[in-house]
């Protein structure tokens, strides 16, 4: 099946190729053909680990919010309150 779209203007592909020529560029080194190579592994395992922190840090924080915000936080704060006021009657009049 034939292509319809237009090519690639020809005096543009050859400017473009004779720019690469011209800059030295080895384009081979770019692109890892062999995907164990010894870099590859590093930096993929450095990008994964990244990315399984990022993904414990949002867990975290999501919960962090959804106790914020379901006021679970204030209700425990306001029960260890009463408890310490409790516990201080129960030393003065232990102490009298």
Known sequence: MASKGTPLPLHDT??????LRASS??????IADDPTSSQ???EVE????SAIQSYVFVRE???ALRM????????????I???QVELVDVLRSLSD
């Open 14 to 19: 050859l400017r473009d190729l004779a720019l």
């Open 61 to 63: 924080v999501r919960t």
């Open 46 to 49: 450095g990008v994964e680990e």
């Open 40 to 42: 590859a592994p590093r």
């Open 25 to 30: 560029i080895d384009l081979s080194g770019l």
């Open 81 to 83: 309150e009463n408890v």
């Open 68 to 79: 914020h915000n379901s006021g679970e936080a204030q209700k425990q704060a306001t029960r």
